[in-house]
């Protein structure tokens, strides 16, 4: 059995483009949600597909994308991080925020955190 490397799942990117792809059935669609590239969603989607070592997707007519029993048993993990992240991210910004007058004790870091986080 070959090892796997989930490792591709675990971005950011990967994950929105993966759960956008499920919920409009189109690669387009999830691109557009992302402010990103039709053919950008594509490389993400295959660069998944290998690292989990299954097909995610059956490529139908008119480009519809139809997810897999496997994809959709993974949705709701997915869902549930990009929930988390979302929560992380509010917290980074509260705390980076200029809550109580002060500019936050780290000197600015939770804010740069905060940008570096989402892969934009």
């Not at 799942?9 to 189109?26: D, P, Q, W």
């Not at 917290?91 to 809550?99: K, S, W």
């Amino acid at each position: 059995m070959s090892e796997l490397n989930i490792k591709p799942l675990l971005r950011y990117r990967t994950m929105a483009a993966f759960r956008l792809t499920v919920e409009t059935r189109s690669a387009t669609r999830a691109a557009e949600e992302l402010g990103i590239s039709q053919p950008a969603v594509s490389q993400l989607l295959a660069a998944l597909e290998r690292a989990v070592g299954f097909s995610l997707f059956n490529r139908g007519a008119g480009r519809r994308m139809d997810p897999t029993d496997q994809a959709r048993q993974l949705l709701s993990e997915v869902r549930e991080i990009l929930d988390a992240m979302a929560a992380l991210e509010r917290r980074v910004r509260e705390l980076a925020g200029d809550e109580g007058g002060q500019d936050g004790a780290d000197g600015g870091r939770g804010r740069r955190w905060q940008e570096s986080m989402v892969e934009r």
